[in-house]
C-alpha cells in the first residue's frame, strides 16, 4: 500500500527555521516527482516545491525562492523540506504528494497531477 507520512510541523517565531520530512512507503521515491502543497485557512491550495524523480530537478513557487530547498534521501525513501526565514505568511498545512509515470519527469507545482498524498503536517510561524 503506497503511503506518504509528513511530519516535522510546529510553532516557530518569524525567522526561524522547520525541516519538513516526507516518508514514503510502497514505492520508491526516487523514480517519483514529489511535491510540498500548502493550504492556509481560507485560501486555495499552493504548490510550494517540487522535485523530478531521477535526476532530481527542482522547482520552486517565487514566495519561497531563497528560503526552501527540497531534498530527497533516496537510502530513507524520503524526501524533505528545509524552510528557513520563516515568515507569519507562510503559515499553512503542508503536505506532500507524489506522481508516477511520464509525469514524474516533469516537476511541476500543479495539485492535480499528483496521484497520491500525505495527511498533512501543521507549520505556525507567530511571535
Known amino acids: 500500500q503506497l503511503q506518504l507520512v509528513e511530519s516535522g510541523g510546529g510553532l516557530v517565531q518569524p525567522g526561524g527555521s522547520l525541516r519538513l520530512s516526507c516518508a514514503a512507503s510502497g514505492f520508491t521515491v526516487e523514480y517519483y516527482a514529489i511535491a510540498w502543497f500548502r493550504q492556509a485557512p481560507g485560501k486555495e491550495r499552493e504548490g510550494v516545491s517540487c522535485i523530478r524523480s531521477s535526476g532530481g530537478t527542482t522547482n520552486y513557487a517565487d514566495p519561497v525562492k531563497g528560503r526552501f530547498t527540497i531534498s530527497r534521501d533516496n537510502a530513507k525513501n524520503t524526501v524533505y523540506l528545509q524552510m528557513n526565514s520563516l515568515k507569519p505568511e507562510d503559515t499553512a498545512v503542508y503536505s506532500c504528494?507524489?506522481?508516477?509515470?511520464?509525469?514524474?519527469?516533469?516537476?511541476?507545482?500543479?495539485?492535480?497531477?499528483?496521484?497520491?498524498w500525505g495527511q498533512g503536517t501543521q507549520v505556525t510561524v507567530s511571535s
Open positions: 504528494a507524489a506522481v508516477s509515470g511520464i509525469l514524474s519527469r516533469l516537476c511541476v507545482l500543479n495539485p492535480r497531477v499528483y496521484e497520491y
